[in-house]
Nanobody
Framework: QVQLVESGGDLVQAGGSLRLSCVAT????????MGWYRQAPGKQRELVAR???????NYADSVKGRFTISRDNAQNTVYLQMNSLKPEDTAVYYC?????????WGQGTLVTVSS
């Protein structure tokens, strides 16, 4: 059974950095574009960044220049490097990916940025 497992969420002060990881486990033939989403309390889930299997990326305007998404195809892993964190980045961050043409979500990892 395929699972996406995130890690790296923590409590950090404003201006700090965190690196999130998401690994796909199980029987996997192919993984398409992988994405990071976030959901803050009382708000809808939103796309933060996405990366294709070829390495093309796109970002939400609110994180451009601060966050960097990358992936290791050999390890079925996607990363999100988050720098210059702001209190408004506080949210549960979710990994999403189509694995063998079926969409999977991780369980989420909490990022809290204190002012």
């Amino acid at each position: 059974q395929v699972q996406l497992v995130e890690s790296g969420g923590d409590l950090v002060q404003a201006g700090g950095s965190l690196r999130l990881s998401c690994v796909a486990t199980g029987s996997i033939f192919s993984i398409g574009a992988m994405g990071w989403y976030r959901q803050a309390p009382g708000k809808q889930r939103e796309l933060v960044a996405r990366i294709t299997s070829g390495g093309s990326t796109n970002y939400a305007d609110s994180v451009k220049g601060r966050f960097t998404i990358s992936r290791d195809n050999a390890q079925n892993t996607v990363y999100l490097q988050m720098n210059s964190l702001k209190p408004e980045d506080t949210a549960v961050y979710y990994c999403e990916a189509p694995v063998d043409y079926r969409t999977y979500w991780g369980q989420g990892t909490l990022v809290t940025v204190s002012s």
